[in-house]
């Protein structure tokens, strides 16, 4: 579903939250930000952007 005020932007259907210290979070903002990132989100995103498709019986929850 496209977001109303930017149609070209998708709704996102899920939140993953973690629970990390706030030295794992700092270091979290600083690769990002070594790597060229805006957020942290961006960042975690690209971790699985070039992953391939993976077949519906072996995408199962785990």
């Given amino acids: 579903m496209a977001n109303k005020k930017d149609p070209s ?3 996102k259907e899920f939140m993953i939250r973690v629970r990390v210290t ?3 979070h ?3 903002i600083k690769r990002a930000k070594e790597n060229g990132y805006r957020t942290v989100s961006e960042f975690i995103r690209s971790l699985i952007a070039d992953e391939p ?3 519906a019986a072996k995408n199962a929850i785990l």
């Fill in 22 to 24: 706030n030295e794992e």
């Fill in 53 to 55: 498709e993976v077949p």
């Fill in 9 to 11: 932007r998708n709704n």
């Fill in 26 to 28: 700092e270091k979290f």
